[in-house]
């Protein structure tokens, strides 16, 4: 049975145990360790005072404390301060069973314990690392930015942008490692921030922008592992990325403006001296931008490992260049004209694989993704459709004019290609209807017309506008248009032809329906004037002296005029030339060119009239009431995948449809638009 203890009774019985403890930490020769006899008194001492009722156990404690405090004061502190470097952190070590680095050749164990010392502390303390981070990681960090800063300090000056990248990237590697096998890892974080910060963040600027060696240079000269180390300095750096992402964007800007200059220079050079040699630069100057998006867009996906960030100054670089005109036309139809040559069959002089078509065609609609005029493209694209679908039928490939449109709408959506896509659809029933017409004739003698005769029969709305005359026919091809009537409609309901007769051609003699017509009025007649022709056709004078022009004033001369001018006259007339001879078996004879180029952007201006004003009332039906900015910003964000839309026109397009009485304006408040239901 335990009796009461004092502890002042027992208290020079515990004095002589800790004076015992201290002489063994001091190495006093002839002090001897605690025997189990002694060890377990003193703990038996110890655990009564602190258990039995009339507890001491905060007095105790407080001893304890005081005892500790004053022996590292008294003894151990001293002893560390009097000795430096490693024999200061020997007698750590001695006392203490720990180590800390200094970073020169150094004992590793006596470091690692020096450390674990640190943070032995803390655990046995209070649970934290508050000595640790304290006493240790605040003075080795400071002491590392020091050291950084006057490292970074030589080597800026003295060693190029890569040379100073391979010490650097080796510094962080070392630092990495350090932690590994000295410090805690709670120091790894702070401890790269550091070497980051004073090696790389602080010196970006000097080190990007050098000038025999810079991110420019390395950009130049196709330095792919020196970009991808810069890459890995940066990306973890806060913002660190910003200068390099501003480099490239500045390099691939000025590059692709470069092209688009000799380019420029190159097509106005080749127009004067042949529009053929004008066409093979517009040609080449599309390669050399597909070829420079290659080779950055590389840079993109392998330097700088697919990151956003350069994806976005990619885009951004091309987008300069992509939205200005070279050689008096727009890259959007230079886009257009350059898919078109690859489309056509022998229409390369390089005679593409199937496989090699289908990614310049990837490439093409990639690069469509930077252009502004989206809208103006697919027109150009859906011009040059029609003319490949209906004028060309050998040298079109449907599974590569499907392919192309999945393309566009994959990239720009259904709108987008909906038209084109009618188009290709047209030209397979149309040539379904053909055949089915063709068998028509041939088990019906009654209706057969007596000529070959082959229609087209197009959806409208689907294709580009063509010019409709009311054009007087001759006999054989009333006979053969009506043979079709009849059988279009034993076939269809409810629906109404008209001819296009501009599309159409007529051969052997290779001309268009409407030339064929001028010619045929020649069957009855030996002579006509200027002013026959016109009456028996029903033309317009534009429309007769472009048909006359062609037939008697260009390359083939199938009639002669009196005068014999090169120009159309009223007072002119026309014979057959019966001399005409050529040894070509199929002689195609051109009308004069028109402008296309001209009707395009019109047809795209209206266009984008009625999306301007489609896109106004669906935004003012769904919010009743906006400002005018308010409204504005909602348009040019609804429209601005096709085309961004001119402020002026929207402000035109929004007074237009005020006085349609779809809009009002507030009573109160002029700039505020309220929707009229």
Same mark, same amino acid.
């Given at each position: 049975?335990?009796?009461?203890?004092?502890?002042?009774?027992?208290?020079?019985?515990?004095?002589?145990?800790?004076?015992?403890?201290?002489?063994?930490?001091?190495?006093?020769?002839?002090?001897?360790?605690?025997?189990?006899?002694?060890?377990?008194?003193?703990?038996?001492?110890?655990?009564?005072?602190?258990?039995?009722?009339?507890?001491?156990?905060?007095?105790?404690?407080?001893?304890?404390?005081?005892?500790?405090?004053?022996?590292?004061?008294?003894?151990?502190?001293?002893?560390?301060?009097?000795?430096?470097?490693?024999?200061?952190?020997?007698?750590?070590?001695?006392?203490?069973?720990?180590?800390?680095?200094?970073?020169?050749?150094?004992?590793?164990?006596?470091?690692?314990?020096?450390?674990?010392?640190?943070? $032995?502390?803390?655990?046995?303390?209070?649970?934290?690392?508050?000595?640790?981070? $304290?006493?240790?990681?605040?003075?080795?960090?400071?002491?590392?930015?020091?050291?950084?800063?006057?490292?970074?300090?030589?080597?800026?000056?003295?060693?190029?942008?890569?040379?100073?990248?391979?010490?650097?990237?080796?510094?962080?590697? *070392?630092?990495?490692?350090?932690?590994?096998?000295?410090?805690?890892?709670?120091?790894?974080?702070?401890?790269?921030?550091?070497?980051?910060?004073?090696?790389?963040?602080?010196?970006?600027?000097?080190?990007?922008?050098?000038?025999?060696?810079?991110?420019?240079?390395?950009?130049?000269?196709?330095?792919?592992?020196?970009?991808?180390?810069?890459?890995?300095?940066?990306?973890?750096?806060?913002?660190?990325?910003?200068?390099?992402?501003?480099?490239? @964007?500045?390099?691939?800007?000025?590059?692709?403006?470069?092209?688009?200059?000799?380019?420029?220079?190159?097509?106005?050079?080749?127009?004067?001296?042949?529009?053929?040699?004008?066409?093979?630069?517009?040609?080449?100057?599309?390669? *050399?931008?597909?070829?420079?998006?290659?080779?950055?867009?590389?840079?993109?996906? $392998?330097?700088?490992?697919?990151?956003?960030?350069?994806?976005?100054?990619?885009?951004?670089?091309?987008?300069?260049?992509?939205?200005?005109?070279?050689?008096?036309?727009?890259?959007?139809?230079?886009?257009?004209?350059?898919?078109?040559?690859?489309?056509?069959?022998?229409?390369?002089?390089?005679?593409?694989?199937?496989?090699?078509?289908?990614?310049?065609?990837?490439?093409?609609?990639?690069?469509?993704?930077?252009?502004?005029?989206?809208?103006?493209?697919?027109?150009?694209?859906?011009?040059?459709?029609?003319? *490949?679908?209906?004028?060309? @039928?050998?040298?079109?490939?449907?599974?590569?004019?499907?392919?192309?449109?999945?393309?566009?709408?994959?990239?720009?959506?259904?709108?987008?290609?909906?038209?084109?896509?009618?188009?290709?659809?047209?030209?397979?029933?149309?040539?379904?209807?053909?055949?089915?017409?063709?068998?028509?004739?041939?088990?019906?003698?009654?209706?057969?017309?007596?000529?070959?005769?082959?229609?087209?029969?197009?959806?409208?709305?689907?294709?580009?506008?063509?010019?409709?005359?009311?054009? $007087?026919? /001759?006999?054989?091809?009333?006979?053969?248009?009506?043979?079709?009537?009849?059988?279009?409609?034993?076939?269809?309901?409810?629906?109404?032809?008209?001819?296009?007769?501009?599309?159409?051609?007529?051969?052997?003699?290779?001309?268009?329906?409407?030339?064929?017509?001028?010619?045929?009025?020649?069957?009855?007649?030996?002579?006509?004037?200027?002013?026959?022709?016109?009456?028996?056709?029903?033309?317009?004078?534009?429309?007769?002296?472009?048909?006359?022009?062609?037939?008697?004033?260009?390359?083939?001369?199938?009639?002669? @005029?009196?005068?014999?001018?090169?120009?159309?006259?009223?007072?002119?007339?026309?014979?057959?030339?019966?001399?005409?001879?050529?040894?070509?078996?199929?002689?195609?004879?051109?009308? /004069?060119?028109?402008?296309?180029?001209?009707?395009?952007?019109?047809?795209?201006?209206?266009?984008?009239?009625?999306?301007?004003?489609?896109?106004?009332?669906?935004?003012?039906?769904?919010?009743?009431?906006?400002?005018?900015?308010?409204?504005?910003?909602?348009?040019?964000?609804?429209?601005?995948?096709?085309?961004?839309?001119?402020?002026?026109?929207?402000?035109?397009?929004?007074?237009?449809?005020?006085?349609?009485?779809?809009?009002?304006?507030? @009573?109160?408040?002029?700039?505020?638009?309220?929707?009229?239901?």
């Amino acid at each position: 049975m335990n009796t009461h203890k004092k502890l002042e009774e027992v208290w020079p019985q515990m004095e002589d145990g800790i004076r015992k403890l201290k002489n063994i930490l001091e190495g006093v020769p002839g002090e001897s360790q605690f025997d189990s006899d002694t060890y377990m008194r003193l703990y038996t001492t110890v655990y009564d005072l602190c258990t039995q009722q009339g507890r001491h156990d905060d007095a105790i404690h407080g001893i304890y404390i005081e005892t500790y405090h004053t022996y590292l004061r008294s003894r151990v502190l001293p002893a560390i301060q009097e000795k430096h470097d490693v024999f200061m952190l020997r007698e750590l070590m001695k006392r203490s069973n720990h180590e800390v680095m200094n970073g020169e050749e150094i004992d590793r164990t006596l470091v690692k314990h020096v450390l674990e010392f640190f943070v $032995n502390m803390d655990v046995s303390a209070r649970g934290g690392l508050g000595y640790y981070v $304290n006493d240790f990681e605040k003075a080795f960090l400071t002491d590392t930015a020091d050291y950084y800063t006057r490292k970074a300090s030589s080597w800026i000056q003295e060693d190029s942008c890569p040379d100073y990248m391979i010490k650097a990237e080796e510094c962080l590697k *070392r630092e990495k490692d350090s932690v590994n096998n000295f410090l805690h890892s709670s120091t790894e974080e702070k401890l790269l921030e550091k070497v980051q910060e004073h090696l790389l963040l602080n010196n970006a600027q000097q080190l990007l922008e050098k000038e025999h060696s810079g991110c420019h240079v390395l950009l130049r000269d196709d330095k792919i592992t020196d970009l991808n180390r810069m890459y890995r300095l940066f990306v973890n750096i806060k913002n660190g990325l910003d200068p390099i992402t501003a480099a490239f @964007k500045r390099h691939v800007t000025s590059e692709g403006t470069s092209i688009l200059k000799q380019a420029d220079d190159a097509m106005a050079t080749g127009k004067k001296e042949d529009k053929a040699a004008a066409g093979m630069q517009e040609q080449a100057f599309v390669r *050399r931008l597909i070829e420079l998006h290659d080779k950055y867009y590389a840079y993109v996906t $392998n330097c700088f490992k697919k990151d956003n960030l350069f994806y976005k100054a990619l885009k951004e670089a091309f987008e300069v260049f992509c939205n200005k005109s070279v050689g008096g036309s727009s890259v959007a139809e230079l886009f257009s004209t350059f898919s078109e040559s690859i489309l056509r069959k022998g229409g390369s002089s390089e005679k593409l694989s199937d496989d090699a078509i289908e990614e310049t065609l990837d490439k093409i609609v990639t690069l469509l993704a930077y252009i502004d005029d989206k809208d103006l493209f697919a027109e150009f694209c859906r011009k040059k459709l029609a003319r *490949r679908l209906l004028f060309d @039928k050998n040298s079109a490939d449907d599974d590569h004019e499907r392919s192309f449109l999945s393309k566009l709408k994959q990239q720009c959506g259904g709108q987008f290609t909906s038209k084109m896509e009618g188009m290709v659809t047209d030209l397979a029933l149309a040539r379904d209807l053909q055949t089915g017409y063709d068998e028509y004739v041939n088990n019906n003698d009654l209706t057969h017309p007596g000529t070959d005769f082959n229609v087209t029969v197009l959806t409208t709305g689907y294709w580009p506008t063509y010019k409709t005359l009311d054009l $007087n026919l /001759p006999t054989e091809m009333r006979q053969c248009v009506q043979a079709f009537k009849e059988f279009y409609q034993s076939k269809t309901n409810n629906k109404k032809l008209t001819y296009l007769f501009s599309p159409g051609s007529c051969s052997d003699l290779i001309v268009s329906t409407h030339q064929a017509c001028v010619l045929m009025l020649f069957n009855d007649s030996d002579k006509l004037s200027y002013s026959e022709i016109r009456a028996q056709l029903n033309l317009t004078d534009d429309d007769v002296v472009r048909l006359l022009h062609s037939l008697s004033c260009a390359k083939y001369k199938i009639l002669t @005029k009196e005068p014999n001018t090169k120009t159309i006259s009223k007072k002119d007339s026309f014979s057959w030339n019966v001399e005409f001879t050529d040894k070509m078996r199929r002689i195609k004879i051109p009308l /004069p060119p028109v402008d296309e180029k001209k009707k395009v952007i019109e047809d795209v201006d209206k266009d984008r009239r009625f999306a301007i004003d489609a896109s106004i009332v669906r935004i003012m039906k769904a919010r009743k009431v906006l400002q005018y900015n308010e409204l504005v910003t909602a348009c040019v964000e609804q429209l601005s995948r096709m085309f961004k839309p001119d402020f002026k026109v929207i402000k035109r397009r929004i007074e237009d449809l005020i006085a349609r009485e779809f809009l009002e304006r507030d @009573k109160d408040n002029t700039n505020t638009f309220k929707y009229l239901a």
